[in-house]
């Protein structure tokens, strides 16, 4: 290294060139920094998606688990000339024969259930909710045998939809 | 600048960079990515497991008997049995039959009677009337006797409580049992109290044995 060249550097930084440093600085910065907000944005609604889904195929689930092996739709039923017909509350018998409700409560966003004995006793709403956040719920009842339901749910723009064959007699 | 002042900055260049990706790519593993894939996996599990029985019925249909037999659908393990318990009146052949799906952390298992009436000659298409099928997220192991009684003795309970519900019909008269499900409509939440008159009519147009 040269005597000129080594007591340039011994002198430090101007400066101008501090402010060259700061101005190329913050230009990386900005251009990561808009980079970064920008993914962070997408990861984000990314997120809000998979919680929507989510919650919707954790209701469908639970839903479609007590539903499938039930024995009869009681509500909604068919219209008059038989065709199909949607609501936003489904009632039917289960498994053990009693009756159990799913039903969604707008000002809440929620699905709950509700069980009812097929005889003396009280209803009893479950103390959690099914689902929760969902913007819309409908029950549509598809077969004349009242055996055959859709569920369509919604959230967040999105649409789950599945139909179930109630299997026992 | 010295070869310090360089490397500080190459470090600090670093750091500004990899910081914010690290921590968005770590985001990614959270919780709730993890918790989508595993109703995922629940979803494809009770899926296969309703394929087991639905195959262990198809094979009653062409003909086959007594078996435990072993499949993958999708990656996901899945087995059925078909646990033969006795005649009925009409010489058809009672089973039991067992199927069951696991994927690692989840496990679902289906239960199902099923009566295989022969046609004769011998063709393929056996009838087969299946009956109260029932399902279980317990991890009852469908190839070991006694689990297999405990998942029967499980549904069971169940079974008593529909015969009760079933008796309790056949026992009342469709006036008091229309007055029983009424009395239910101010209990109900509002949702459901609003349909509930309709919800009766079918409940009593339905009821076992209809007494006047």
Request: charged share 15%.
């Amino acid at each position: 290294m040269s005597r000129d060249t080594d007591r340039m550097l011994r002198r430090g930084a101007t400066f101008v060139e501090i402010l060259v440093g700061a101005a190329i600085f913050a230009v990386i910065m900005g251009i990561v920094g808009s980079w970064f907000f920008a993914q962070k944005r997408q990861q984000e609604q990314f997120l809000r998606i998979t919680e929507s889904q989510d919650r919707m195929q954790q209701a469908l689930w639970k839903i479609i688990q007590e539903v499938k092996t039930g024995r009869q739709i009681i509500w909604p039923r068919l219209n008059a000339d038989k065709s199909p017909r949607t609501d936003s509350r489904m009632v039917f018998k289960n498994f053990r024969g009693e009756i159990a409700a799913y039903y969604y409560v707008p000002s809440a966003r929620e699905i709950r259930r509700c069980l009812i004995p097929n005889g003396p006793g009280l209803p009893v709403v479950d103390p959690t909710p099914i689902g929760r956040g969902i913007d819309g719920a409908s029950f549509t009842v598809m077969a004349v045998d009242n055996k055959l339901i859709s569920v369509n749910l919604s959230a967040n723009r999105l649409h789950f939809v599945d139909a179930v064959r109630l299997v026992n007699e | 600048m010295n070869r310090r002042g360089i490397a500080l900055m190459v470090v600090l260049g670093l750091l500004a960079v990899m910081g914010p990706l690290v921590f968005f790519l770590s985001s990614f593993g959270s919780s709730q990515t993890r918790q989508a894939v595993h109703y995922h996996e629940r979803l494809s599990t009770e899926a296969v497991a309703w394929s087991a029985i639905e195959a262990g019925i198809a094979n009653l249909q062409g003909g086959g008997g007594a078996g435990t037999y072993n499949g993958t659908i999708q990656g996901l393990q899945m087995t059925y049995s078909l646990n033969p318990t006795g005649m009925g009146m009409a010489s058809q052949t009672l089973y039991n039959v067992f199927g069951r799906s696991t994927s690692p952390g989840q496990q679902y298992a289906f239960l199902v009677n099923c009566e295989q009436y022969p046609v004769s000659p011998p063709t393929p298409g056996n009838l087969v009337i299946p009956h109260h099928f029932w399902g279980t997220l317990q991890p009852f192991d469908i190839t070991y006797a006694p689990d297999c009684l405990s998942m029967e003795n499980a549904r069971g309970v169940d079974l008593l409580a529909l015969e009760q519900t079933r008796a309790y019909e056949l026992g009342t008269t469709q006036i008091a049992y229309r007055a029983e499900m009424t009395a239910k409509q101010a209990q109900l939440p509002a949702e459901l109290a609003a349909i509930w008159p309709s919800v009766t009519d079918v409940l009593v147009a339905q009821k076992s044995c209809p007494n006047p």
